[in-house]
C-alpha cells in the first residue's frame, strides 16, 4: 500500500486565498454590481505603448529576452530615475514581472527562515503573504495613532536580533497617505543603527495630488547598499495587464535579488521591452488630473455620508472609517455588494479593520452612482 503524500509547504496551507479577489468575485458574481474594489485603471494603455507592443511582434521579438531586461530598457530606466534624483546604474536595475514580483524577488532573496520583516500597517497584502512563505515572520507595525505615519519609537519597539527588513510604501496603498520626512528619516536612523534593510515599495509616485513625493533612496542616499527600490509600470500608464515592473539597487544587493528573479520568472516578456521605454516618455499628467478630480468627489461624497476620509495625498484610493455604522469592515463589504451593489475591500485585508479601500480609477458615471448607492445604503 503507498504511503499518504508528504505534507506541501505549510507556509503555502496556512495562507488564505486573496480577500480583494474574492470580494471582487462576489462583486463580479452580483448582476448590476459597481465593483470599486481593484486597484486598476479602467484606461486603455496609451496608444503610443501600444503601437510599439505591435512594432515589436513585427521585427519577431518573440524570444527569451535577458534575464534582468533588454540593456535598452535597463538604460532607460536609469534614465529615468536620475531624472527623478535616484542614482542607479542600468546594471543596477532588473526588470520583473510587474512589481508584484520584484516584491517576492526581493524577499526571497534577503530572508532565512526565522528573520523579521517590519511592515507598517495598513500595507499591500503581498508583503506579509510572501514574508510567510519565506518561513519568516512580518511584523505589523500599526501607523494609525500617527496617520499613518512612522512613529521612530514605536519602529524602535519592533527592532530584534531578528529583524531583516522594513518594508515601506508611499503613496501608500490603501490610505493613499505620503510618508512625511520625519517617516522616512525615522525609517533611515532604525535601518542605519541596526543593518537593516529598506524595501522601498514606489509605484504610485507618479500619481501624486498635493506637493512632491519625496523618496527614501533620494532622500537618505547613505543607505545606499541597503535599499531596494521597487517601481512599475502598471499604474501610471495603465499596463497592468502588461506585468513589467523593475528593481533597482546597489551592485551587491541586486546581484542577489537578480538571481532570485532568475529562478522565479527567467525574465520578462521581450515585446514588452520596447514598449516600457516608450511608457518612460509618457507623461500621466492628464490622468492624474483626471484622478484628482475624482478623489475630491469621493472625499466629500464619503464625507457627507458621515464615514470619516483622510483625502488622499496620491494613488487612487479612498479610506474611510466605518465604525460609525456599528458594522465590522467584512459585514459593510458583503452588505454593500447585495444591498447596494458596491464592491469594496475590507481594511482588515491591510491590517485595518474598522475601515474599507475604494478604489476611484473607475469611469466618472460609475463613480457617482456608485457613491450615490453608498449613501443611500449608509443612511
Known amino acids: 500500500m503507498a504511503a499518504s503524500p508528504r505534507p506541501v509547504n505549510s507556509a503555502i496551507v496556512a495562507m488564505q486565498p486573496s480577500a480583494i479577489r ?27 505603448i501600444r503601437a510599439e507592443a505591435k512594432a515589436a511582434l513585427d521585427r519577431g521579438e518573440t524570444h527569451y529576452a535577458p534575464n534582468a531586461g533588454t540593456p535598452a530598457l535597463r538604460e532607460a ?121 529598506v524595501i522601498s515599495d514606489d509605484v504610485y509616485n507618479r500619481l501624486v495630488y498635493d506637493g512632491a513625493c519625496e523618496r527614501f533612496a533620494t532622500r537618505h542616499p547613505e543607505l545606499r547598499d541597503r535599499t531596494v527600490v521597487i517601481d512599475s509600470f502598471s499604474k501610471p500608464w495603465a499596463m497592468t495587464g502588461w506585468r513589467m515592473g523593475w528593481i533597482a539597487a546597489a551592485e551587491p544587493l541586486v546581484s542577489q535579488i537578480a538571481k532570485a528573479h532568475q529562478s522565479a520568472a527567467s525574465s520578462s516578456v521581450m515585446f514588452c521591452m520596447a514598449p516600457a521605454e516608450v511608457a518612460l516618455g509618457c507623461d500621466p499628467a492628464p490622468t492624474v488630473e483626471i484622478y484628482r478630480r475624482r478623489r475630491d468627489r469621493v472625499v466629500d461624497g464619503l464625507r457627507a455620508m458621515g464615514l470619516p476620509t483622510r483625502r488622499p495625498r496620491g494613488a487612487f484610493y479612498a479610506f474611510p472609517d466605518i465604525t460609525a455604522t456599528g458594522m465590522d469592515d467584512e459585514e459593510f463589504c458583503e452588505r454593500a455588494i447585495v444591498e447596494a451593489g458596491v464592491g469594496l475591500v475590507p481594511g482588515s485585508c491591510f491590517g485595518a479593520p474598522g475601515h474599507v479601500r475604494l478604489s476611484f480609477c473607475v469611469s466618472d458615471g460609475d463613480l457617482d452612482e456608485a457613491l450615490r448607492r453608498l449613501a443611500a445604503f449608509v443612511s
Open 22 to 48: 474574492r470580494i471582487s468575485t462576489l462583486a463580479a458574481q452580483t448582476p448590476g454590481c459597481i465593483s470599486l474594489a481593484l486597484g486598476e485603471p479602467e484606461f486603455d494603455t496609451p496608444e503610443a
Open 77 to 197: 530606466i536609469s534614465g529615468y530615475m536620475a531624472e527623478q534624483g535616484l542614482s542607479f546604474a542600468p546594471e543596477e536595475v532588473v526588470v520583473t514581472l510587474g512589481a508584484t514580483e520584484a516584491i517576492s524577488s526581493t524577499l526571497l532573496a534577503l530572508l532565512n527562515p526565522g528573520d523579521e520583516v517590519i511592515i507598517p500597517v495598513p500595507a499591500f497584502v503581498s508583503y506579509e503573504a510572501v514574508t510567510r512563505m519565506n518561513h519568516a515572520r512580518p511584523v505589523r507595525l500599526d501607523t494609525s495613532p500617527w496617520d499613518f505615519q512612522i512613529d521612530e519609537d514605536a519602529l524602535r519597539a519592533q527592532v530584534t536580533p531578528a529583524t531583516k527588513a522594513i518594508v515601506i510604501n508611499s503613496p501608500n496603498n490603501p490610505t493613499g497617505c505620503m510618508l512625511d520626512a520625519a517617516s522616512l528619516d525615522a525609517v533611515a536612523r532604525v535601518a542605519g543603527e541596526f543593518g537593516v534593510y
